[in-house]
């Protein structure tokens, strides 16, 4: 870093040796500095007077890239954001990686086979760096503590530390559809699996109650020799004139009302 700037940041090292040379926001190896804030941006920092953290810290070529335009003034800001990007960047092979088993590869064809395990590989690089937790560091003035926290997703009061152990658990235990889960769990509510479950319960039970109510017209039209549509669109006219009632319930009102006059 020039004279021009050093009066303005902070150098920071990692306190570890075993943190040397490595990326502060993923683990992989530092050939970078990444600036709080951007160097291009210190200049209107300095000038609107906004608090920032004002340190260079150690990040690998992707990091820095990553974060080099975003206005974020705090390691902590640029640590959370970067995860974010990592996740959107790499989410379609964090999804194979996390679906899929290498016990699977076996019954697949090579091609189909390779690609899956080289998504597989990719997913679970991107994983671990999204769960690197950072390392203590300090600077000219501080010392900053980065104390590991082990990660933990509920599910339902079942506690997991890895995500594709929960994800599996829901799977297998729970009985979820994969992709359906996945993509709920993943896309709407960002890894809560709670949440995840009662909204993907919420649509499982009114696309088995839609099955289950066409089943009860086409049976009642069949038995009653009714026309399948008349039937159809009278049920849903009796259920929006009152939505307390059942697909069952409306048609035994149509029967009453016109099957059996």
Same mark, same amino acid.
């Given at each position: 870093m020039s004279s021009k700037f050093s009066q303005y940041y902070q150098?920071?090292?990692?306190?570890?040796?075993?943190?040397?040379?490595?990326?502060?926001?993923?683990?992989?190896?530092?050939?970078?500095?990444?600036?709080?804030?951007?160097?291009?941006?210190?200049?209107?920092?300095? /000038?609107?007077?906004?608090?920032? /953290?004002?340190i260079s810290i150690a990040a690998c070529y992707e990091c820095h890239a990553?974060?080099?335009?975003?206005?974020?003034?705090?390691?902590?800001?640029?640590?959370?954001?970067?995860?974010?990007?990592?996740?959107?960047?790499?989410?379609k092979p964090l999804r194979v990686y996390n679906m899929w088993h290498e016990n699977e590869l076996a019954d697949m064809s090579d091609e189909f086979a390779h690609s899956i395990k080289a998504g597989m590989t990719l997913g679970k690089e991107a994983a671990e760096r999204m769960a690197f937790v950072g390392f203590t560091y300090a600077t000219e003035e501080a010392k900053v503590t980065v104390r590991e926290k082990t990660p933990e997703f509920d599910v339902e009061g079942s506690v997991f530390n890895d995500f594709k /152990?929960?994800?599996?658990?829901?799977?297998?235990?729970?009985?979820?559809?994969?992709?359906?889960?996945?993509?709920?769990?993943?896309?709407?509510y960002q890894g809560d699996f709670n949440k995840?479950?009662?909204?993907?319960?919420?649509?499982?039970?009114?696309?088995?109650?839609?099955?289950?109510?066409?089943?009860?017209?086409?049976?009642?039209?069949?038995?009653?020799?009714?026309?399948?549509?008349f039937v159809t669109r009278t049920v849903k006219y009796f259920i929006n004139q009152d939505p307390s009632l059942s697909t069952q319930a409306a048609l035994d009102k149509l029967y009453t009302n016109y099957v059996k006059k």
């Open positions: 150098h920071a090292y990692a306190c570890n040796q075993n943190n040397f040379n490595q990326c502060f926001y993923c683990g992989c190896e530092a050939t970078e500095r990444d600036h709080c804030p951007p160097l291009h941006m210190l200049q209107s920092t300095i /000038d609107l007077g906004e608090d920032a /953290d004002f990553l974060l080099h335009n975003e206005r974020l003034l705090t390691i902590d800001e640029r640590f959370s954001t970067l995860k974010k990007k990592l996740a959107n960047k790499y989410a /152990d929960a994800l599996n658990y829901c799977i297998d235990t729970l009985k979820v559809q994969r992709s359906d889960f996945y993509k709920i769990l993943v896309e709407d995840a479950l009662s909204q993907y319960r919420h649509r499982h039970d009114k696309v088995t109650a839609a099955k289950d109510g066409n089943c009860l017209i086409k049976e009642f039209s069949k038995q009653h020799k009714q026309n399948s549509d």
